[in-house]
């Protein structure tokens, strides 16, 4: 029974063996591509939320690719220093406008005038 057993495991390793590798008709199994970064980030536009969402890294035997992470986080890097230098541009401008709107509201409201027309406190107003 022992050997019966012995000799049937070593029948179906060998049949998975043939099947795994080709068979009788000698072709072996085809070269594995590597795993690439298929849907890399838009170079055509600035990155969205969505397309970082989408994005799905490809893996080795050892983890990611080294090469295509370093990208991602360049592209990434780039884009929120861009958008860095953007925001304290406009930050920049606004500032600037509520100084002269602040500055414009304290010259209508200077001592000894009345409103914004420089009209004095004795002063009859136009007569309509």
Same mark, same amino acid.
């Given at each position: ?6 000799? #049937?495991? !070593?029948?179906? !390793? %060998? ?11 000698? !072709? ?13 980030? =838009? ?14 890294? =490809? !893996? ?20 929120? #220093? ?14 600037? %406008?509520?100084?002269? %709107?602040?500055?414009?509201?304290? %010259?209508?409201?200077? =001592? ?13 107003? =136009?007569?309509?």
């Amino acid at each position: 029974m022992f050997w019966f057993l012995l000799v #049937a495991l !070593v029948v179906v !390793v %060998a049949a998975v063996t043939l099947v795994v590798v080709g068979g009788d008709d000698g !072709v072996a199994l085809p070269e594995a591509q590597p795993d690439r970064l298929h849907d890399p980030l =838009p170079a055509d536009r600035p990155v969205a939320r969505a397309d970082v969402d989408r994005l799905r890294l =490809p !893996v080795q035997v050892r983890g990611y690719r080294m090469t295509d992470v370093d990208d991602v986080l360049g592209r990434l890097g780039a884009e929120i #220093a861009e958008r860095d230098a953007r925001i304290a541009e406009l930050e920049a401008a606004l500032a600037g %406008a509520q100084a002269t %709107a602040m500055g414009r509201a304290s %010259a209508a409201e200077e =001592p000894g005038t009345d409103g914004p027309r420089g009209e004095q406190p004795g002063e009859p107003g =136009p007569r309509s």
